[in-house]
């Protein structure tokens, strides 16, 4: 079974610029999720989708990030204009069904270093 | 603001000897909870996830659960060097609108 897979693996940009990140999740994962990861801390979830619906997009600062699961599978997430402390690895992870007590399994991460 | 705590460490152990991580929580409504092993650089991946309240063991791994003092373990037996790495505590509430709460991790070393 693949594992869940984003891209680019690495991106450095200035502040002020717009960057946009892939996830593909585990096929047949119905729930798929965006995470932060500033070094030193724990991943923090952005947005959590079930299937293309979103359940909970309550920590995404939505003034300047975006996330879209249009066809219920694949997702981008974007940040416009990116700020000095939007550097972080932002993590995707998928799930089966999403319910709480379901594995969460990770992808590689995107680091993102804003200059 | 539900919160997940645990020490930063690093926590040194020697080799062959039993590493024990602890993290405290702060919502008593928290039913599921899990153990993430992350190596530096890498994604997180679960090691163990444990429901109900005592002990639960896999192989070298055994998660505690105290949910009357808010309070879940990690104890690793016969500590490896490949053991080394930060190690996620993270909880989540009853539905599926409860979203999962990371701590800090802490970061274990195993010395030889």
């Known amino acids: 079974e693949a594992g869940v897979a984003q891209s680019p693996r690495y991106k450095i940009i200035e502040k002020r610029q717009s960057v946009a990140f892939w996830c593909n999740p585990i096929?047949?994962?119905?729930?798929l999720y965006w995470y932060q990861q500033i070094l030193g801390q724990g991943p923090k979830l952005l947005i959590q989708?079930?299937?293309?619906?979103?359940?909970?997009d309550s920590q995404l600062p939505k003034d300047r990030f975006s996330a879209e699961r249009l066809k219920g599978v694949d997702s981008t997430l974007k940040i416009q204009p990116a700020k000095l402390e939007d550097s972080a690895v932002y993590l995707c992870?998928?799930?089966?069904?999403?319910?709480?007590?379901?594995?969460?399994?990770f992808g590689p991460g995107t680091r993102l270093t804003v200059l | 603001q539900k919160e997940v705590e645990q020490n930063s460490g690093p926590l040194s152990v020697p080799e062959g000897a039993i590493a024990s991580l602890n993290c405290t929580y702060s919502?008593?409504?928290?039913?599921?909870f899990f153990w993430y092993r992350q190596y530096s650089g890498k994604s997180p991946e679960l090691i163990m996830s444990?429901?109900?309240?005592g002990d639960k063991e896999d192989g070298r791994f055994t998660a505690q659960l105290n949910k009357a003092s808010q309070y879940v373990s990690l104890l690793i037996r016969d500590s490896q060097p490949s053991d080394s790495a930060t190690y996620l505590c993270?909880?989540?509430?009853?539905?599926?609108?409860?979203?999962?709460?990371f701590g800090s991790g802490t970061r274990l070393s195993i010395r030889p």
């Open positions: 444990i429901y109900s309240n």
């Open positions: 993270a909880v989540t509430g009853y539905s599926s609108a409860s979203k999962i709460i």
């Open positions: 989708f079930q299937n293309n619906g979103v359940v909970d």
């Open positions: 992870a998928s799930s089966r069904r999403g319910a709480s007590s379901d594995t969460q399994y």
């Open positions: 919502d008593r409504g928290s039913q599921s």
């Open positions: 096929s047949g994962h119905a729930t």
